[in-house]
């Protein structure tokens, strides 16, 4: 069947962001594996991307099948139809919104590492939504008895439990991601307080992280049209607002996670960072330090310590030797302090001080 009534809303508002995840998310892979900085968080969201994949399919087809069609324009075949792709949905959508939620929670914690208390407090919350959103799968799985009857009505001696009881589990269940989602934004607000790096980065950094704000604005949207499922009798028609913003909520965990690190590539895109600003210097390993003074020529010494807290201290000394006019020679040292803060996230910041000493001789 043709797409009618709200079914081309569905189709497109999904099409437009399963494209803008599908763009944004190999670009995070790319980045990572470029700056070897993979972690627990990208597994995360690697393996959440597959059920994502099936998410976005089924999301896609289900408007051609009755999603978001008045049920009086249907045939009982096509109703069938309907509400199997909407089951679907809702399956695939309590899967991939734990793995979203936890591959933000484990992004946060590469950041709050030296501050424990943070990152309990973040692996809490995403216990939290993992618990709720299993409930809910659980009981989104078994509520009718066989689970088919739930979109066949044709199967003899099927029944299904009360809507009400269904409708508080989506309340709960949307209430804890929106709670959870607003955690998330606001964290990273006392996380970069306390670290080394100038206000404009300070103020980029907070933004890229507090874009997952944009999340719980898709959960909040969605909890309206919940609420209103119980008082309408074309079912069909109702969910197709529901699949437009759930997805909105699980492809924006998606796109906010994967630009959130993208900050490398903006660098090189925009060149923010030119010349020798250190302070927007990204440090993987100690022998990054090689190409830190290949201009300075002479000799180096570098020195690497890694003091409590996750720093990480960088001294770069070198010196070069020029001989100028009457046979006199003049010996110019420099030292180079880099202070990095947690060197294995995504994000790497440092502060420098220079020191020059001249020296003047004559043969």
Same mark, same amino acid.
């Given at each position: 069947?043709?797409?009618?009534?709200?079914?081309?809303?569905?189709?497109? *508002?999904?099409?437009?962001?399963?494209?803008?995840?599908?763009?944004?998310?190999?670009?995070?892979?790319?980045?990572?594996?470029?700056?070897?900085?993979?972690?627990?968080?990208?597994?995360?969201?690697?393996?959440?991307?597959?059920?994502?994949?099936?998410?976005?399919?089924?999301?896609?087809?289900?408007?051609? %099948?009755?999603?978001?069609?008045?049920?009086?324009?249907?045939?009982?075949?096509?109703?069938?139809?309907?509400?199997?792709?909407?089951?679907?949905?809702?399956?695939?959508?309590?899967?991939?919104?734990?793995?979203?939620?936890?591959?933000?929670?484990?992004?946060?914690?590469?950041?709050?590492?030296?501050?424990?208390?943070?990152?309990?407090?973040?692996?809490?919350?995403?216990?939290?939504? !993992?618990?709720?959103?299993?409930?809910?799968?659980?009981?989104?799985?078994?509520?009718?008895?066989?689970?088919?009857?739930?979109?066949?009505?044709?199967?003899?001696?099927?029944?299904?439990?009360?809507?009400?009881?269904?409708?508080?589990?989506?309340?709960?269940?949307?209430?804890?991601?929106?709670?959870?989602?607003?955690?998330?934004?606001?964290?990273?607000?006392?996380?970069?307080?306390?670290?080394?790096?100038?206000?404009?980065?300070?103020?980029?950094?907070?933004?890229?992280?507090?874009?997952?704000?944009? *999340?719980?604005?898709? !959960?909040?949207?969605?909890?309206?049209?919940?609420?209103?499922?119980?008082?309408?009798?074309?079912?069909?028609?109702?969910?197709?607002?529901?699949?437009?913003?759930? %997805?909105?909520?699980?492809?924006?965990?998606?796109?906010?996670?994967?630009?959130?690190?993208?900050?490398?590539?903006?660098?090189?895109?925009?060149?923010?960072?030119?010349?020798?600003?250190?302070?927007?210097?990204?440090?993987?390993?100690?022998?990054?330090?090689?190409?830190?003074?290949?201009?300075?020529?002479?000799?180096?010494?570098?020195?690497?310590?890694?003091?409590?807290?996750?720093?990480?201290?960088?001294?770069?000394?070198?010196?070069?030797?020029?001989?100028?006019?009457?046979?006199?020679?003049?010996?110019?040292?420099? &030292? &180079? &302090?880099?202070?990095?803060?947690?060197?294995?996230?995504?994000?790497?910041?440092?502060?420098?001080?220079?020191?020059?000493?001249?020296?003047?001789?004559?043969?």
């Amino acid at each position: 069947m043709g797409l009618q009534d709200n079914a081309p809303n569905v189709f497109a *508002a999904v099409l437009i962001l399963a494209l803008a995840a599908c763009f944004v998310f190999p670009l995070r892979v790319y980045i990572r594996l470029s700056k070897n900085a993979w972690g627990y968080d990208d597994w995360c969201m690697s393996v959440g991307f597959i059920p994502f994949l099936a998410l976005s399919i089924v999301c896609l087809i289900g408007p051609f %099948y009755g999603v978001g069609v008045h049920q009086d324009g249907l045939s009982d075949a096509e109703q069938t139809k309907g509400r199997l792709f909407f089951f679907l949905f809702e399956i695939l959508f309590c899967i991939d919104i734990i793995l979203i939620k936890l591959g933000i929670a484990f992004m946060l914690a590469r950041i709050a590492d030296p501050m424990r208390k943070y990152v309990w407090a973040l692996f809490g919350m995403a216990g939290l939504v !993992a618990v709720m959103n299993l409930v809910a799968l659980f009981y989104i799985i078994f509520q009718c008895s066989p689970p088919a009857y739930f979109w066949d009505y044709s199967l003899p001696g099927g029944h299904c439990n009360p809507s009400i009881i269904l409708a508080d589990i989506y309340y709960a269940d949307t209430a804890v991601n929106i709670m959870v989602d607003w955690f998330c934004a606001f964290l990273p607000i006392p996380l970069l307080w306390s670290i080394q790096m100038n206000t404009n980065t300070k103020i980029s950094v907070a933004f890229l992280l507090g874009l997952g704000v944009f *999340a719980s604005l898709s !959960a909040c949207i969605r909890l309206k049209y919940t609420v209103n499922l119980n008082n309408s009798d074309d079912f069909l028609y109702s969910v197709g607002d529901i699949v437009i913003w759930g %997805y909105a909520e699980n492809a924006t965990g998606i796109i906010v996670a994967s630009i959130s690190t993208l900050r490398p590539l903006f660098h090189r895109l925009f060149k923010l960072s030119t010349g020798r600003d250190t302070s927007n210097f990204e440090l993987k390993t100690p022998n990054d330090l090689a190409r830190i003074g290949s201009t300075q020529g002479a000799e180096q010494q570098h020195g690497w310590a890694k003091p409590k807290h996750g720093k990480h201290t960088v001294t770069v000394k070198s010196g070069q030797l020029r001989k100028g006019s009457a046979g006199a020679y003049s010996l110019s040292e420099s &030292e &180079e &302090e880099l202070v990095v803060q947690d060197v294995q996230s995504g994000i790497q910041v440092s502060r420098s001080v220079t020191q020059h000493r001249d020296f003047a001789t004559r043969t």
